[in-house]
């Protein structure tokens, strides 16, 4: 009796556990022909994504972010091309971003799975690039993180802000 007990009680526990746990965002790939990325797709929910430091936004503008959810996002170049102007060498980065109200900071860093940006300022010397694009206002508004990805730019769109980042290859 004491052992059906003992189990029905650690599965009680369990259970509770499991479900106390924020569920984690999905993982998506964004495919091109010669770039794809990879990053944690989360949802607005009502939330206030983008705005002034101490404005209760997700996520302040000047501040890093790791553009996506869960680890940082990874962006693949499959060969060599440029990267908003600059030349970028065939290879994954992680990608971060400082959004803004008015420009965006795109950042390509080679550390790969970086638990978010938490740890961004240990690695931050070892930025391969990063480009300052205008910030993109939508019409209509996207429940979910989403990347468009074409040989030409890198799309980011979520709630009625983002960004573009021209490609060449």
């Given amino acids: 009796m004491k052992t059906i007990i003992g189990t029905l009680f650690l599965t009680l526990v369990a259970f509770t556990w499991a479900s106390a746990q924020a569920p984690s965002s999905p993982r998506v790939t964004a495919e091109g022909?010669?770039?794809?990325?990879?990053?944690?797709?989360?949802?607005?929910?009502?939330r206030v994504l983008?705005?002034?430091?101490?404005?209760?936004?997700?996520?302040?503008?000047?501040?890093?972010?790791?553009?996506?959810?869960?680890?940082?996002?990874?962006?693949?170049?499959?060969?060599?091309?440029?990267?908003?102007?600059k030349p970028v060498k065939a290879g994954t980065y992680s990608l971060f971003s400082i959004p803004g109200e008015k420009e965006w900071t795109v950042i390509l860093n080679p550390e790969l799975k970086q638990p978010g940006a938490f740890g961004y300022?240990?690695?931050?010397?070892?930025?391969?690039?990063?480009v300052t694009v205008p910030?993109?206002?939508?019409?209509?508004?996207?429940?979910?993180?989403?990347?468009?990805?074409?040989?030409?730019?890198?799309?980011?769109?979520?709630?009625?802000?983002?960004?573009?980042?021209?490609?060449?290859?």
């Fill in 33 to 46: 022909k010669n770039v794809s990325i990879a990053y944690g797709q989360p949802s607005k929910r009502n």
């Fill in 50 to 85: 983008f705005g002034n430091d101490g404005s209760g936004s997700l996520e302040p503008y000047g501040k890093v972010w790791r553009t996506g959810a869960n680890q940082a996002t990874e962006i693949t170049f499959k060969k060599d091309g440029t990267f908003g102007g």
């Fill in 121 to 130: 300022d240990k690695i931050k010397d070892k930025n391969t690039l990063e």
């Fill in 135 to 169: 910030a993109k206002k939508y019409k209509e508004s996207s429940e979910k993180l989403m990347f468009n990805v074409s040989d030409k730019s890198l799309d980011l769109h979520w709630d009625k802000e983002g960004f573009s980042v021209p490609l060449k290859f």
